[in-house]
């Protein structure tokens, strides 16, 4: 599965709203997946399904504000035949669980947890070994690099995101007023071709085909005992998108 592609967030521990998240998944066009719903009613937890591998990129938990989501990464592989699907990895974080022990089955990824009322954190494997961090204050951005703004494309959108006026979702805003501050400068981007490489939504080829691109957009607004959870379907091209809903409010 390839999971979130680029997760921008802002924490601001004295805001009304500290954390605000926005994710955006790239994967194969045509991976067949569900919007956003629970789908593991064990496990009361709301997310996009993957329905190759029954898990998710992003998973949220109503109750508790608990967000986690999951990046791929690039290192080492593990051998094919016991390769385990890392959409398992933020349905146990939305619980509160850690990283299982054991990672070898795993292909390199980045897991990033958002614990209620705490800096996020980070989790890095390439296939060796297992780092672990905490996101300070402002806007960080998670690429396929992890937090790393010797990358361009992280750095552009970290500068590009901080420059801009902090959303300040409320209840009852529609989600495109509710997210503007953000929305404006990211749909400027050029995704068709000459695209900007610093653009956060995607369309690229494998062999010569086209063949994976951002399919979705989550928002997420987390303050003590409130989730609001945004969310819309990228066409083809990527923006403007189909039609930005509320799915938690």
């Known amino acids: 599965m390839v999971g979130v592609c680029t997760v921008i967030l802002s924490w601001e521990p004295a805001a009304r709203t500290p954390l605000l998240v926005l994710a955006v998944r790239d994967e ?7 919007p956003p719903a629970r789908h593991w009613p064990r496990l009361r937890l709301v997310g996009g399904l993957d329905r190759l591998s029954g898990g998710t990129w992003l998973a949220a938990d109503p109750d508790t504000g608990r967000v986690a989501c999951v990046l791929n990464g690039s290192g080492r592989e593990p051998d ?5 699907s890392r959409g398992d990895l933020p349905l146990a974080a939305a619980t509160g669980a850690p990283p299982p ?8 990824f980045h897991l990033v947890t958002f614990p209620p009322g705490e800096a996020a954190r980070l989790a890095s494997w390439d296939g060796l070994r297992l780092v672990e961090s905490t996101l300070p204050t402002g806007v960080t ?28 979702p409320r209840p009852g805003d529609a989600p495109a007023d509710a997210w503007a501050s953000w929305l404006r400068p990211l749909a400027a981007q050029r995704v068709a071709p000459p ?5 956060i939504f995607r369309r ?5 085909r086209v063949a994976y691109g951002s399919n979705s957009l989550t928002l997420l607004a987390v303050a003590p005992g409130q989730l609001r959870y945004d969310f819309t379907a990228l066409g083809d091209p990527p923006w403007p998108p ?3 809903t509320t799915v938690l409010g």
């Open 195 to 199: 695209a900007d490489q610093h653009a």
């Open 141 to 168: 951005v998670v690429s396929n690099t992890g937090a790393d703004l010797a990358d361009p494309r992280t750095a552009a959108l970290t500068a590009q995101l901080t420059a801009a006026p902090r959303p300040d």
């Open 28 to 34: 194969v066009l045509d991976r067949p997946w569900l």
């Open 101 to 108: 022990a054991d990672l070898s089955r795993y292909s390199p």
């Open 204 to 208: 690229g080829t494998v062999e010569g």
């Open 80 to 84: 094919p035949a016991l390769r385990h």
């Open 242 to 244: 189909l039609g930005l």
